[in-house]
């Protein structure tokens, strides 16, 4: 009786125990098939809890100019609070975007050829597709830097003045208003030379020298008539052409003076005309510094030197005349200053202050 009771109380417990097991693996097989039906404390799923939405949105615009018309290719660069930059280019209505912008604060910034950056700020808000309207670009400022040498600004200023006409008609090249005269090179006081001695009217001032000549009869020895005419036009002409070449063409080129005479055109009166007759006797250089003035003293004695050979023989004087000559030459660039300092510029068309 004892036994038949401890079998059948084993016999129950294994039936439990066997009840429990199935009930178990039932159970863990129906939490596999329906994750949702293990749900955390207070109901929400992993889903539904704000922390993990995505908080992003979208800005967007178009570029426009002063006038309103569409800017393309224009660079819109976007800086979140947080995150790396972003860059796009505008289309060809001038239009751009931005998707998958981090909620908040952004500045943008808008960069186009020929126009002002322009900065925009604003904030964007999660699943918001945020509209700038129209930027309007403002024109930028245009800034260059132009290197002009020294012998352009030179070739400018002697194309001035080679304008420069007493009354529009008697040439006045070997003079210089410019505040800031540049030296010419050796080029082109050879050009200049050529110009002024070659210039029509200078034939016909060396035809009235030689007229006057002809009437007082100086340099009897060339005789009356035309051909004592011919003969004082020559020697004038000579003369004058020896002058240029040599103490405004050759002399300044190898001595590296300036040939011009350098309007001063402030100061008293007095200073303007010590001024004036101290530059017969004194040149500037093409260093800039003042220094004896070789080229116009060693030219007219080279002239007259030259112009003893052919003058008739009995007025030539040799030396004496020479030197006589030389000063005479001196003397009348002084006064030649003067006028220049207080009446040339008045009547010479083109002396315009530059």
Same mark, same amino acid.
């Given at each position: 009786?004892?036994?038949?009771?401890?079998?059948?109380?084993?016999?129950?417990?294994?039936?439990?125990?066997?009840?429990?097991?199935?009930?178990?693996?039932?159970?863990?097989?129906?939490?596999? =098939?329906?994750?949702?039906?293990?749900?955390?404390?207070?109901?929400?799923?992993?889903?539904?809890?704000?922390?993990? =939405? =995505?908080?992003?949105?979208?800005?967007?615009?178009?570029?426009?100019?002063?006038?309103?018309?569409?800017?393309?290719?224009?660079?819109?660069?976007?800086?979140?609070?947080?995150?790396?930059?972003?860059?796009?280019?505008?289309?060809?209505?001038?239009?751009?975007?931005?998707?998958?912008?981090?909620?908040?604060?952004?500045?943008?910034?808008?960069?186009?050829?020929?126009?002002?950056?322009?900065?925009?700020?604003?904030?964007?808000?999660?699943?918001?597709?945020?509209?700038?309207?129209?930027?309007?670009?403002?024109?930028?400022?245009?800034?260059?830097?132009?290197?002009?040498?020294?012998? =352009?600004?030179?070739?400018?200023?002697?194309?001035?003045?080679?304008?420069?006409?007493?009354?529009?008609?008697?040439?006045?090249?070997?003079?210089?208003?410019?505040?800031?005269?540049?030296?010419?090179?050796?080029?082109?006081?050879?050009?200049?030379?050529?110009?002024?001695?070659?210039?029509?009217?200078?034939?016909?001032?060396?035809?009235?020298?030689?007229?006057?000549?002809?009437?007082?009869?100086?340099?009897?020895?060339?005789?009356?008539?035309?051909?004592?005419?011919?003969?004082?036009?020559?020697?004038?002409?000579?003369?004058?052409?020896?002058?240029?070449?040599?103490?405004?063409?050759?002399?300044?080129?190898?001595?590296?003076?300036?040939?011009?005479?350098?309007?001063?055109?402030?100061?008293?009166?007095?200073?303007?005309?010590?001024?004036?007759?101290?530059?017969?006797?004194?040149?500037?250089?093409?260093?800039?510094?003042?220094?004896?003035?070789?080229?116009?003293?060693?030219?007219?004695?080279?002239?007259?030197?030259?112009?003893?050979?052919?003058?008739?023989?009995?007025?030539?004087?040799?030396?004496?005349?020479?030197?006589?000559?030389?000063?005479?030459?001196?003397?009348?660039?002084?006064?030649?200053?003067?006028?220049?300092?207080?009446?040339?510029?008045?009547?010479?068309?083109?002396?315009?202050?530059?």
């Amino acid at each position: 009786m004892k036994k038949a009771l401890i079998a059948a109380l084993v016999l129950i417990a294994s039936l439990a125990w066997c009840c429990g097991l199935e009930a178990q693996q039932t159970s863990s097989q129906a939490a596999a =098939e329906d994750p949702g039906s293990h749900r955390p404390a207070g109901g929400a799923t992993n889903r539904e809890q704000p922390g993990c =939405e =995505e908080a992003t949105g979208g800005v967007r615009g178009t570029v426009v100019d002063p006038n309103g018309a569409v800017v393309r290719g224009a660079l819109v660069t976007m800086g979140p609070a947080a995150g790396a930059a972003m860059q796009a280019t505008t289309g060809d209505e001038g239009e751009f975007s931005f998707d998958h912008v981090e909620a908040g604060a952004f500045q943008l910034t808008v960069t186009a050829a020929g126009f002002a950056p322009k900065s925009v700020s604003g904030v964007v808000r999660a699943r918001e597709n945020l509209s700038l309207g129209l930027i309007a670009l403002s024109i930028g400022e245009i800034s260059s830097n132009v290197s002009v040498s020294p012998g =352009e600004i030179a070739r400018e200023q002697l194309r001035t003045q080679e304008t420069q006409r007493l009354l529009g008609v008697i040439p006045n090249y070997y003079v210089s208003y410019d505040p800031h005269p540049e030296p010419l090179s050796a080029r082109q006081k050879t050009e200049l030379g050529f110009k002024f001695t070659l210039d029509p009217v200078s034939f016909l001032v060396v035809g009235a020298i030689a007229g006057v000549q002809q009437a007082d009869n100086t340099y009897s020895g060339y005789g009356r008539g035309a051909q004592g005419y011919a003969k004082r036009y020559g020697a004038a002409y000579a003369t004058f052409f020896d002058g240029v070449l040599i103490g405004k063409v050759l002399l300044p080129s190898l001595l590296k003076q300036d040939p011009l005479y350098l309007y001063h055109g402030s100061g008293t009166i007095r200073h303007r005309a010590l001024y004036a007759m101290a530059c017969s006797v004194v040149r500037k250089g093409d260093n800039g510094r003042w220094q004896p003035n070789y080229s116009s003293i060693l030219g007219d004695l080279a002239a007259g030197g030259i112009a003893n050979t052919y003058l008739p023989a009995k007025d030539r004087n040799g030396a004496g005349l020479t030197f006589q000559s030389a000063a005479i030459n001196i003397a009348g660039d002084a006064v030649g200053n003067l006028v220049q300092e207080f009446l040339f510029r008045k009547v010479t068309t083109h002396s315009g202050k530059r």
